[in-house]
T-cell receptor
């Protein structure tokens, strides 16, 4: 089966660092994606992990541990515009994808 | 280059009717996937098409069907609409079949009354 868990809501302060965790149980797991979705808009790609370890992209980093079924998205130097829903998605080698319900991040001044 | 385009933007139907949603992928992308997103939840995978063949199917009833055309555009059909089909329907394209970064369209907001 497929199951993705991530926190429903998080709050952080402008300029701070926040870590959004995601755990997954996915048959035929092949990769883990993170997407950002602002209210009323389509999801946009943030990062992608296939192998264990950390992928860094500017203010955003993502980590994957395949053995633990665990990933996190790290956002540094938070800005007000980072307030959005962050979706964790696991992809399988059969072309299927499972998205979590998203973590709504609120950045406060 | 244009991104993923979907039409219509909004649609209102009544129970029992049928609906067809359309999607044009990014030029050069051969894979199209369809998702259903209910407010407050993540996108739920419906179908993936690659090179005009169905490559993946989610847990949706047979009322949902799709196809991909030679130009890689795609249609999603839903028959015998139910109130619970009200949702945002997202189309995403990618260059390849597996583990490719998805580019999402803005979606079609379907309301079933």
């Amino acid at each position: 089966g497929q199951n993705i868990d991530q926190p429903t809501e998080m709050t952080a302060t402008e300029g701070a660092i926040v870590q959004i965790n995601c755990t997954y149980q996915t048959s035929g797991f092949n990769g883990l994606f993170w997407y950002q979705q602002h209210a009323g808009e389509a999801p946009t790609f943030l990062s992608y992990n296939v192998l264990d370890g950390l992928e860094e992209k500017g203010r955003f980093s993502s980590f994957l541990s395949r053995s633990k079924g665990y990933s996190y998205l790290l956002l540094k130097e938070l800005q007000m515009k980072d307030s959005a829903s962050y979706l964790c998605a696991a992809f399988t080698n059969a072309g299927k994808s499972t998205f979590g319900d998203g973590t709504t991040l609120t950045v406060k001044p | 280059d244009a991104g993923v385009t979907q039409s219509p933007t909004h649609l209102i139907k009544t129970r029992g009717q049928q609906v067809t949603l359309r999607c044009s992928p990014i030029s050069g992308h051969k894979s199209v996937s369809w998702y259903q997103q209910v407010l407050g939840q993540g996108p739920q995978f419906i179908f993936q098409y690659y090179e005009k063949e169905e490559r993946g199917r989610g847990n949706f009833p047979d009322r949902f069907s799709a196809r991909q055309f030679p130009n890689y555009s795609s249609e999603l059909n839903v028959n015998a609409l139910l109130l619970g089909d009200s949702a945002l329907y997202l189309c995403a394209s990618s260059a390849g079949q597996l583990n490719e970064k998805l580019f999402f369209g803005s979606g079609t907001q379907l309301s079933v009354l």
